[in-house]
């Protein structure tokens, strides 16, 4: 416990992770039994016990949404800004991997940056192509839940220009950009999403969220340019570029109808990602959750966007997303986790590496035998 509350007390918004990343390199070496641990040229903790295979990557990140909230321990609760999202699950991950018998192949324990704003942490973890077999990332998801699941996600930047302004008292002499911008943002949730905007079978339907406008120079001029920011999240059913392609379509088709310039640009591309059901890796945390609370999990897609779409698509191996927290309160004021829960993972992690170095060296083997027959 005292672990985890050192961590949540340092503020660690993106970009900010520093302080927590000496900490944690400092632990591994010196207290927690790992061979190696770096820091690397974007601030990802790297940690590495054991050697051969599986190789398994448990993967958490460091970074915070900004804003601190109070620090404390009540009710069996502990509170505080990342206490679910996602220093429980990162630390309960860097405590088993320190428990991980070297002999039964090679823990990669990752804390990264960035994770809650540009994923700068994550790509370059990527770019290192480190050897994998298997990866787990850390995010809340509740000890009797796994996520196989994220939705992808695309950030689109749109430009409305009309070409003119004038004075506010005679708006006929121009078009509006605010205006206007409109007619996009319509076209594009009712023709992406349809009718019901992703409100029907959340993890199935494409949602398009409006996050940012900013549009006009002054109180009494009319604006001659607008620009929107959206947010479209895509299911395992389509691709990025399918909705690119159909998204494409409809900015010219309204431009041309209107008679207007826009133009857009991708900030962020990434696909979505669902695990293999059947892999060693769902097995062992599966069993693993059995093992601990005594009941079956639950395998949950879920409607946001995580690393492991990245990773997943990157390296094509199994992954999934677990740990302790209730999603719902994350990034809000009353962000917490249950201790029990906590200490649980710490368990379930435990025995999932277990499990999965004894299902992969199964896997192994029976492939050796199927080979030589």
Same mark, same amino acid.
């Given at each position: 416990m005292e672990f985890l509350l050192r961590t949540i007390r340092l503020y660690t918004p993106s970009r900010s992770e520093s302080v927590l990343a000496n900490m944690l390199r400092e632990a591994c070496v010196n207290e927690l039994g790992f061979e190696e641990a770096h820091i690397d040229s974007v601030g990802n903790v790297i940690a590495i016990k054991g050697s051969g295979d599986p190789r398994i990557l448990l993967c958490g990140h460091m970074d915070t949404v900004p804003g601190e909230t109070p620090v404390m321990v009540k009710d069996g609760l502990i509170y505080g800004r990342g206490s679910s999202d996602a220093k429980a699950a990162l630390i309960a991950m860097l405590l088993a991997a320190s428990e991980f018998p070297k002999q039964r192949g090679t823990v990669i324990f990752a804390a990264v940056v960035d994770e809650e704003g540009n994923a700068t942490g994550i790509k370059q973890l990527v770019k290192s192509k480190f050897p994998l077999n298997y990866a787990i990332f850390g995010e809340p998801s509740g000890i009797r839940n796994i996520?196989? /699941?994220?939705?992808?996600?695309?950030?689109?930047?749109? &430009?409305?220009?009309?070409?003119?302004?004038?004075?506010?008292?005679?708006?006929?002499?121009?078009?509006?950009?605010?205006?206007? @911008?409109?007619?996009?943002?319509?076209?594009?949730?009712?023709?992406? $999403?349809?009718?019901? /905007?992703?409100?029907? /079978?959340? &993890?199935?339907?494409? %949602?398009? =969220?409006?996050?940012?406008?900013? #549009?006009?120079?002054?109180?009494?001029?009319?604006?001659? *340019? $607008?620009?929107? +920011?959206?947010?479209?999240?895509?299911?395992?059913?389509? &691709?990025?570029?399918t909705i690119l392609e159909q998204l494409g379509r409809i900015i010219e088709d309204v431009a041309a109808d209107r008679k207007i310039k826009a133009r857009y640009r991708i900030?962020? *591309?990434?696909?979505?990602?669902?695990?293999?059901?059947?892999?060693?890796?769902?097995?062992?945390? =599966?069993?693993?959750?059995?093992? @601990? $609370?005594?009941?079956?999990? @639950?395998?949950?897609?879920?409607? #946001? +966007? #995580?690393?492991?779409?990245?990773?997943?698509?990157?390296?094509?191996?199994?992954?999934?997303?677990?740990?302790?927290?209730?999603?719902? =309160?994350?990034?809000?004021?009353?962000? !917490? @986790?249950?201790?029990?829960?906590?200490?649980? $993972?710490?368990?379930?992690?435990?025995?999932?590496?277990?499990?999965?170095?004894?299902? !992969?060296?199964? %896997?192994?083997?029976? #492939?050796?035998? *199927?080979?030589?027959i």
């Open positions: 996520t196989i /699941g994220y939705k992808g996600r695309l950030e689109i930047r749109l &430009t409305c220009d009309v070409g003119d302004s004038t004075h506010a008292s005679a708006p006929w002499l121009a078009k509006n950009s605010i205006e206007e @911008v409109y007619n996009f943002w319509s076209a594009i949730k009712s023709k992406v $999403c349809g009718s019901e /905007g992703g409100i029907k /079978g959340r &993890t199935d339907s494409i %949602s398009c =969220s409006l996050t940012e406008i900013t #549009g006009g120079s002054s109180h009494n001029v009319t604006p001659q *340019k $607008c620009r929107i +920011t959206l947010d479209i999240r895509i299911p395992t059913t389509t &691709t990025c570029d900030e962020d *591309k990434t696909e979505p990602f669902e695990a293999n059901h059947t892999s060693p890796l769902v097995r062992a945390l =599966s069993l693993s959750v059995l093992d @601990v $609370c005594k009941t079956h999990p @639950v395998l949950v897609r879920k409607t #946001g +966007t #995580g690393d492991m779409n990245i990773l997943g698509a990157a390296f094509n191996i199994p992954v999934v997303t677990y740990g302790p927290g209730a999603p719902h =309160s994350s990034h809000t004021p009353h962000e !917490h @986790v249950e201790i029990s829960e906590y200490v649980a $993972c710490i368990d379930v992690f435990s025995r999932a590496l277990f499990h999965l170095s004894r299902l !992969h060296n199964i %896997s192994r083997v029976h #492939g050796f035998a *199927k080979d030589r």
